[in-house]
């Protein structure tokens, strides 16, 4: 029995199993400086062209489990990123003149402020707010290593659904300090 607790435990571990997600809508994110979803030209207005864009980007949502109602889905998107003193500041991915934010971050843009119902997302953010605002303990985190996370040491995620597909997940990530770092969000159609 013990042996079979262990191995329950590893494969729970192993897997990016985050059991039942909280939801933040992007369409419920708001903000002055950053654009969530848009339209192209609003974003090139605003940040000038993307410094790297990558044509026809194939993006796979496959389901977590074999009981999930989701279908497996695949996306061919166009990526847009842009970059500060050579580190990625924020990605986009665009379809049909639309873009979508994919990854975006908060120590490179330290003004930034993206506001969602419970929480307002910026560098000062620290996971003890988070916690607070979600009553979260100790097994919605996981804690990464270098290998998950190379520019950390070692940081904080928690995951949450966008509402969208499964594998549609918004990750907020946190330094060794326990401040928000970066935020990635699964690409998925719009």
């Given at each position: ?65 074999i009981y999930s109602t989701d279908k497996d889905t ?19 991915v665009e379809t049909e003149g639309r873009i979508r ?90």
């Amino acid at each position: 029995m013990k042996h079979l607790i262990v191995f329950l435990f590893s494969i729970y571990a192993c897997c990016d199993l985050y059991g039942q997600l909280d939801t933040i809508r992007l369409s419920e994110m708001k903000s002055d400086n950053v654009f969530i979803i848009a339209d192209k030209e609003e974003l090139i207005r605003a940040f000038g062209m993307p410094c790297h864009i990558e044509k026809d980007f194939q993006f796979n949502c496959y389901t977590r489990s074999i009981y999930s109602t989701d279908k497996d889905t695949v996306f061919y998107l166009n990526s847009l990123t842009y970059y500060k003193n050579y580190e990625v500041s924020m990605s986009y991915v665009e379809t049909e003149g639309r873009i979508r934010l994919t990854y975006f971050d908060f120590k490179i843009n330290k003004n930034a402020v993206i506001y969602t119902p419970k929480l307002k997302l910026h560098r000062k953010l620290k996971l003890s707010d988070v916690k607070r605002a979600y009553n979260y303990n100790h097994t919605f985190i996981k804690q990464t290593v270098g290998l998950e996370a190379p520019e950390l040491i070692k940081g904080y995620i928690i995951a949450f659904s966008t509402g969208e597909h499964e594998c549609a997940t918004i990750e907020l990530v946190f330094d060794s300090k326990k401040k928000l770092r970066y935020m990635t969000i699964g690409a998925y159609g719009f």
